[in-house]
């Protein structure tokens, strides 16, 4: 999903308000018309669901290797940071935000 556009997943996955609404129209207008549309409103949130969930990044990794995988990120993410950390002890970083500082 990183070239897609980001999606809010909680709204696109909150599925109760539709429900409340098929119950609502149930018990309170009993229009055949309207249940069905809201029913098949719901059937068509439920597939876009199914849409969403096969484009999530990952699919095709077992457990393990989704693991693994972390594992690499979160130690190349300490060595960057470790490099930054040591850049900013540089002479030209140091003076660079003691100036800032200033300003």
């Given amino acids: 999903m990183e070239d897609q556009t980001k999606v809010d997943?909680?709204?696109?996955?909150?599925l109760l308000p539709v429900v409340f609404d098929i119950i609502h129209s149930v018990q309170k207008t009993g229009d055949t018309q309207d249940m069905a549309k809201k029913v098949?409103?719901?059937?068509?949130?439920?597939?876009?669901?199914?849409?969403?969930?096969?484009t999530l990044p990952g699919l095709d990794m077992n457990c393990e290797?989704?693991?693994a995988q972390l594992v690499k990120h979160n130690k190349e993410y300490e060595r960057k940071s470790a490099l930054v950390a040591k850049y900013k002890q540089l002479p030209v970083f140091s003076e660079a935000i003691a100036k800032e500082m200033i300003l």
């Fill in 40 to 54: 098949n409103n719901f059937r068509a949130k439920i597939q876009h669901c199914r849409k969403l969930l096969d």
């Fill in 65 to 67: 290797d989704q693991k």
């Fill in 9 to 14: 997943i909680v709204s696109e996955f909150n």
